[in-house]
């Protein structure tokens, strides 16, 4: 049974870094895993994506500022690391998983963290 549960939001100035991690149980060598986040007035969008071969992608207003990546030491934690964050990366911040290959739509993910807060405000 997959449950995912993220965790690491909070405040931080422009500028500033966070790490956000999500807690994989049930989730093998055979799924994607993405973060995705829902902005205040906007649609929720996929920043980050990992498949299964270890290949990371990621949404062009992210690039090069967030990484996602796999805790190898315990095998079902992910990371969303975000560096030189701006305000219009505030939103909520979900972990999604499906089995296969990454899509970039949101309707195409079977699983999903609850969600952690990120604000980036001065």
């Known amino acids: 049974q997959e449950h995912l549960v993220d965790s690491g939001g909070g405040s931080v100035q422009p500028g500033g870094s966070l790490t956000l991690s999500c807690a994989a149980s049930g989730v093998t060598d055979d799924y994607c895993m993405a973060w995705f986040r829902q902005s205040p007035g906007k649609e929720r969008e996929g920043v980050a994506y990992?498949?299964?071969?270890?290949?990371?992608?990621y949404a062009d207003s992210v690039e090069g500022r967030f990484t996602i990546s796999k805790d190898y030491s315990k095998n079902t934690l992910y990371h969303l690391e975000m560096n030189s964050l701006r305000p219009e990366d505030t939103g909520m911040y979900s972990c999604?998983?499906?089995?296969?290959?990454?899509?970039?739509?949101?309707?195409?993910?079977?699983?999903w963290g609850q969600g952690t807060q990120v604000a980036v405000s001065s």
């Open positions: 990992l498949d299964f071969f270890g290949r990371d992608t």
């Open positions: 999604a998983a499906r089995r296969g290959a990454c899509y970039h739509g949101a309707d195409m993910y079977d699983y």
